[in-house]
């Protein structure tokens, strides 16, 4: 399920997207300076588009911009900026735009230095793993259970928050609330519990297959309270603002979670599975052989799909042949390919390094083979 800010997102969209660049439909939001300045207060990771309309690179950059958009929504923003308008000049040469487009990832607002983006690849698949692997890490990566009573000893003086997943990694969904909360006062904490042993340890249910389990520790208390809201990004902000505020009764906090429901319109059911169709293309680069599973997902067909073969195992795939033997786009219209831009249309001076080092679970490699949470919304635990 997705939160009603998506339907409110797509409502309001002819706003914020420029019609000479970005299709209508496009989750992509414009800025301009004062709107800038506001994104960046947010201390959120977010990945800036500066272009011009007239700019055929940039109309080249539009669709695919706008697929990475729509898969990392709600957890990480694309923005882009209008350079040919005079109210954004002034900002455009602040950043040292001196070619479009330009793109830059803010991995923490203006927290960090900025990164441009220089991989010739301007694919919505690159686009979307570069952003992933380079949101800060602000979280403590438990790998054993015997690791768990010793981090929460250590922080019992903070306010604490543990994961309990059943994924190999680290879930985009936690580290991009761990980035929001770092310095307001919440520690966060993730460990693998795959078949629920430390769940067990700790007193809990060992859980089903693709449980997760958000657990709270107060200043002082070694005992978990358990948040029992939805596993979204909007409902946990809600809940983690109550805990960081400290003026809120949890047990008031966590009951309204837990009442808390959605019931999504047919028209924000057909974004849901345009969004988990679009995730499956992004996760796999676009390979030949999902072009028939993308529709699957999209008409529900392919539902069960991972429970059946594994999930996070798929058959072994390889890239589609033309006829000359070159690897060919899988498909046009989910996954195009972008040509190489020209070298003068991307000419920006470097910016300083900001410090902001990929973990290690995900600096592997920037192409996409497969992934082990294939098929999950990456907005959900």
Same mark, same amino acid.
């Given at each position: 399920?997705?939160?009603?800010?998506?339907?409110?997102?797509?409502?309001?969209?002819?706003?914020?997207?420029?019609?000479?660049?970005?299709?209508?439909?496009?989750?992509?939001?414009? +800025?301009?300076?004062? =709107?800038?300045?506001?994104?960046?207060?947010?201390?959120?990771?977010?990945?800036?588009?500066?272009?011009?309309?007239?700019?055929?690179? &940039?109309?080249?950059?539009?669709?695919?911009?706008?697929?990475?958009?729509?898969?990392?929504?709600?957890?990480? *923003?694309?923005?882009?900026?209008? &350079?040919?308008?005079?109210?954004?000049?002034?900002?455009?040469?602040?950043?040292? %735009?001196?070619?479009?487009?330009?793109?830059?990832?803010?991995?923490?607002?203006?927290?960090?230095?900025?990164?441009?983006?220089?991989?010739? @690849?301007?694919?919505?698949?690159?686009?979307?793993?570069?952003?992933?692997?380079?949101?800060?890490?602000?979280? =403590?990566? +438990?790998?054993?259970?015997?690791?768990?009573?010793?981090?929460?000893?250590?922080?019992?003086?903070?306010?604490? =928050?543990?994961?309990?997943?059943?994924?190999?990694? %680290?879930?985009?969904?936690?580290?991009?609330?761990?980035?929001?909360?770092?310095?307001? $006062?919440?520690?966060?904490?993730?460990?693998?519990?795959?078949?629920?042993?430390?769940?067990?340890? #700790?007193?809990?249910?060992? /859980?089903?297959?693709?449980?997760?389990?958000?657990?709270?520790? !107060?200043?002082?208390?070694?005992?978990?309270?358990?948040? @029992?809201?939805?596993?979204?990004?909007?409902?946990?902000?809600?809940?983690?603002?109550?805990? %960081?505020? /400290?003026?809120?009764?949890?047990?008031?906090?966590?009951?309204?979670?837990?009442?808390?429901?959605?019931?999504?319109?047919?028209?924000?059911?057909?974004?849901?599975?345009?969004?988990?169709?679009?995730?499956?293309? #992004?996760?796999?680069?676009?390979?030949?052989?999902?072009?028939?599973?993308?529709?699957?997902?999209?008409?529900?067909?392919?539902?069960?799909?991972?429970? =059946?073969?594994?999930? /996070?195992? *798929?058959?072994?795939?390889?890239?589609?042949? !033309? *006829?000359?033997?070159?690897?060919?786009?899988?498909?046009?219209?989910?996954?195009?390919?972008?040509?190489?831009?020209?070298?003068?249309?991307?000419?920006?001076?470097?910016?300083?390094?900001?410090?902001?080092?990929?973990?290690?679970?995900?600096?592997?490699?920037?192409?996409?083979?497969?992934? !082990?949470?294939? $098929?999950?919304?990456?907005?959900?635990?």
């Amino acid at each position: 399920m997705l939160s009603s800010s998506l339907l409110l997102s797509l409502v309001f969209v002819p706003a914020f997207v420029s019609a000479g660049v970005f299709p209508p439909d496009s989750m992509v939001k414009m +800025l301009d300076a004062k =709107t800038f300045k506001k994104a960046m207060k947010a201390n959120q990771t977010s990945l800036v588009a500066f272009v011009a309309p007239w700019c055929g690179h &940039c109309q080249r950059l539009a669709p695919e911009y706008s697929k990475a958009a729509l898969g990392l929504h709600p957890l990480i *923003p694309l923005y882009a900026v209008d &350079c040919d308008a005079d109210k954004n000049k002034r900002l455009c040469a602040e950043q040292g %735009v001196q070619g479009f487009p330009t793109i830059k990832l803010f991995p923490k607002g203006k927290e960090h230095a900025p990164m441009v983006y220089d991989n010739g @690849e301007r694919t919505a698949s690159a686009l979307y793993y570069y952003v992933t692997r380079r949101v800060p890490v602000a979280y =403590t990566k +438990l790998y054993k259970t015997e690791d768990i009573v010793p981090w929460i000893e250590k922080t019992v003086n903070q306010k604490r =928050t543990l994961l309990l997943t059943k994924d190999k990694k %680290v879930p985009l969904l936690w580290k991009v609330l761990a980035n929001k909360y770092q310095g307001l $006062g919440l520690e966060f904490g993730t460990h693998r519990d795959k078949k629920g042993k430390s769940s067990v340890s #700790l007193g809990l249910e060992a /859980g089903e297959k693709k449980d997760s389990k958000v657990l709270v520790y !107060s200043p002082g208390s070694t005992k978990p309270f358990r948040y @029992e809201g939805l596993n979204k990004f909007d409902s946990l902000s809600k809940f983690f603002d109550s805990v %960081v505020d /400290g003026t809120a009764d949890l047990t008031v906090a966590n009951e309204e979670a837990k009442a808390e429901e959605y019931e999504p319109t047919e028209e924000e059911l057909e974004i849901q599975r345009k969004q988990e169709a679009q995730h499956m293309a #992004l996760l796999h680069g676009g390979f030949s052989d999902l072009i028939d599973f993308e529709q699957a997902i999209m008409d529900g067909s392919a539902a069960n799909y991972h429970d =059946t073969n594994g999930f /996070g195992a *798929p058959p072994p795939m390889k890239k589609a042949k !033309s *006829p000359e033997g070159e690897s060919a786009a899988a498909d046009d219209t989910a996954m195009s390919a972008t040509p190489t831009p020209e070298p003068e249309a991307t000419a920006t001076p470097a910016t300083p390094d900001n410090g902001v080092t990929p973990s290690a679970e995900t600096e592997a490699s920037a192409t996409p083979t497969t992934a !082990s949470h294939v $098929g999950k919304n990456e907005g959900e635990l």
